[in-house]
């Protein structure tokens, strides 16, 4: 089993529409957590951490649920230029970054 | 500061040659990280280094693959000898502990490397 796991879809939506990538992770100890965002022949880059009580940052809106070992991201009204692979990510308490192996956004007009 | 900054941007070697990839990370960073990119296998993590002591190299596919880095400025990823299999994108990247918990990662732009 993969340490961190997500749906690689694609998924493709019309402009405007909410979207939602879920992310699950196998080990207790990981302390930290993130959303990167990777476009086409580019370096993955940094969209948003994941808090505990949740947060939030413009359209974007991320979640952590540890007992369930799950987090999401859900991005809402979203436009072209969210077009991209967006990686999950988790840090655990010994500095080590696993990354996911990405879900692929098409959003089409 | 210029970013991480890796080298070269794209190698192609023949199967059996030795090839040399190198990061610069940024300056102050105490942790360094070397990923690789595939279709298949999405970012796995090869090794990744703490005040430039390998901490984990769990990643490392095999023997033909080894790191170095011998300061704080500056680590290799070497593949002696290479295999077409090992054509990929090889990321670096550099964090910090210092400071705010949870500070992110900042990548490199990426060696391509094709290996015929």
């Known amino acids: 089993r993969k340490e961190v796991e997500q749906d690689p879809g694609p998924f493709n939506v019309p402009e405007g529409a909410t979207v939602a990538f879920n992310c699950t992770y196998s080990n207790s100890a990981s302390q930290s957590f993130f959303w990167y965002r990777q476009d086409c022949r580019k370096e993955p880059k940094l969209l948003m951490s994941v808090y505990s009580s949740g947060n939030e940052d413009g359209r974007f809106t991320a979640q952590l649920n540890r007992a369930s070992q799950y987090i999401s991201l859900l991005i809402r009204d979203s436009k072209l230029s969210d077009s991209a692979t967006y990686l999950c990510v988790v840090k655990y308490d010994t500095g080590k970054l696993i990354f996911g192996q990405g879900t692929t956004l098409q959003v089409k007009p | 500061d210029a970013g991480v900054i890796q080298s070269p941007r794209h190698e192609v070697t023949e199967m059996g040659q030795e090839v040399t990839l190198r990061c610069k990370p940024i300056s102050g960073h105490d942790y360094l990280f070397w990923y690789r990119q595939t279709m298949m296998r999405g970012l796995e993590l090869l090794i990744y280094f703490n005040n430039n002591v390998p901490i984990d190299d769990s990643g490392m596919p095999e023997d033909r693959f080894s790191a170095k880095m011998p300061n704080a400025s500056f680590s290799t990823l070497k593949i002696q000898p290479s295999e077409p299999r090992d054509s990929a994108v090889y990321f670096c990247?550099?964090?910090?502990?210092?400071?705010?918990?949870?500070?992110?990662?900042?990548f490199g732009q990426g060696t391509r490397l094709t290996v015929v």
């Open positions: 990247a550099s964090s910090s502990t210092r400071g705010e918990e949870g500070t992110e990662a900042f």
